[in-house]
T-cell receptor, first 112, second 116 residues
Framework: DAKTTQPPSMDCAEGRAANLPCNHS???????VYWYRQIHSQGPQYIIH???NNETNEMASLIITEDRKSSTLILPHATLRDTAVYYC?????????????FGAGTQVVVTP | NAGVTQTPKFQVLKTGQSMTLQCAQD?????MSWYRQDPGMGLRLIHY???????DQGEVPNGYNVSRSTTEDFPLRLLSAAPSQTSVYFC???????????????FGPGTRLTVL
């Protein structure tokens, strides 16, 4: 699986959009970009994933650059409950082993 | 559904002791995994299973054994606990090769293990 690079931390004001960057310059053509988050003392939680096109669900939006070497997770209206570590992962969707190679992630702190 | 459950939530062991961390899921998922998370670090894969009777090693398998006799259960055994195994352990499950939006892992709440 391709490796990813994320900033170690970022702050965001409550109610504002949080834009979390991720670099994955060695991503291969059939690898997807996944985002998970981990709220303190809880297990990781799936957020969103995509291949080429931008994706949106009830939690977030995922913007993938045309060359696929980087992506941005957008939390449109951050709340205090969004304070968590956010992990960007690239992997094959059909990885039959269910493996997720987590890195260090980005610690996001949402402030009132 | 209860989702993925883990027991115990907390455990303290002495060096050399053995124990089993329990993991169960009621979603009929084929795939299950064990991860460990050390302070300030991401998760590392210990062992995984793609179905009953099938297991394989992950990134950091030494000192741990697993078995998968049923679809629901995936216990993790520490053979002879060492202080380096002090960590938080997460169990996860996911459906089989369904692809699409169902291709996500569901994590348990974790077991916090301290080895003295």
């Amino acid at each position: 699986d391709a490796k990813t690079t994320q900033p170690p931390s970022m702050d965001c004001a409550e109610g504002r959009a949080a834009n979390l960057p991720c670099n994955h310059s060695t991503i291969s053509g059939n690898e997807y970009v996944y985002w998970y988050r981990q709220i303190h003392s809880q297990g990781p939680q799936y957020i969103i994933h995509g291949l080429k096109n931008n994706e949106t669900n009830e939690m977030a939006s995922l913007i993938i650059t045309e060359d696929r070497k980087s992506s941005t997770l957008i939390l449109p209206h951050a709340t205090l409950r969004d304070t968590a570590v956010y992990y960007c992962i690239v992997r094959l969707e059909t990885d039959s082993w269910g493996k997720l190679q987590f890195g260090a992630g980005t610690q996001v702190v949402v402030t009132p | 559904n209860a989702g993925v459950t883990q027991t115990p939530k907390f455990q303290v062991l002495k060096t050399g002791q053995s124990m089993t961390l329990q993991c169960a899921q009621d979603m009929n998922h084929e795939y299950m995994s064990w991860y460990r998370q050390d302070p300030g670090m991401g998760l590392r894969l210990i062992h995984y299973s793609v179905g009953a009777g099938i297991t394989d090693q992950g990134e950091v398998p030494n000192g741990y054994n697993v078995s998968r006799s049923t679809t629901e259960d995936f216990p993790l055994r520490l053979l002879s606990a060492a202080p380096s195994q002090t960590s938080v352990y997460f169990c996860a499950s996911r459906p089989g090769l369904a692809g699409g939006s169902t291709d996500t892992q569901y994590f348990g709440p974790g077991t916090r293990l301290t080895v003295l």
